[in-house]
């Protein structure tokens, strides 16, 4: 399976560069990861908040994969265990999707455009993360989900 992360903005945190570097490589076995980190927009004022969501968002749109399933995580969507993450993941990989798409919203958040074009909306938490942080748990969790199906130890 491939699995691409669209991201906006850099990674810039050291400690979470290695988180995110760590899980790459612990996935290699069991699928084919990329991070494309699209450029943040500037901010000068908080109630451009609005416009920056949709110049990112159009950035976005451009860079999903033609026939990937579409993954948005926003803090409004689905919530799920490990256990029922990994579900969602076998559930796709049984069907015959061959490629997921995972988007994380900016500093900002993600414009609501983006989740109503989205195949699955997914919260990674009820809690605001750090987008930097939400890439490194959601690395990890697709990490767990394949060990889970696979049968391996990681996960208790």
């Not at 009820?126 to 696979?150: D, G, N």
Request: proline letters at 3%; charged letters at 30%; one cysteine or more.
């Amino acid at each position: 399976m491939r699995l691409v992360i669209i991201c906006i903005g850099k990674t810039r945190e050291s400690f979470i560069q290695e988180g995110i570097a760590k899980y790459l490589r612990y996935l290699k076995p069991y699928a084919d990861v990329v991070v494309r980190e699209l450029r943040e927009e500037r901010i000068a004022d908080l109630r451009e908040a609005p416009l920056v969501r949709k110049k990112e968002a159009e950035k976005i749109v451009k860079s999903v994969p033609p026939g990937a399933h579409l993954v948005a995580l926003d803090e409004r969507g689905r919530e799920f265990t490990s256990h029922e993450f990994a579900q969602f993941m076998n559930d796709r990989i049984d069907s015959g999707v061959r490629e997921m798409t995972f988007v994380i919203g900016g500093a900002m958040g993600l414009e609501e455009s983006v989740a109503e074009k989205a195949d699955t909306v997914i919260a990674l938490s009820r809690w605001t993360l750090t987008h930097e942080m939400a890439r490194l748990v959601l690395l990890e969790q697709l990490y767990r989900a394949f060990t889970i199906i696979k049968g391996k130890t990681y996960h208790y």
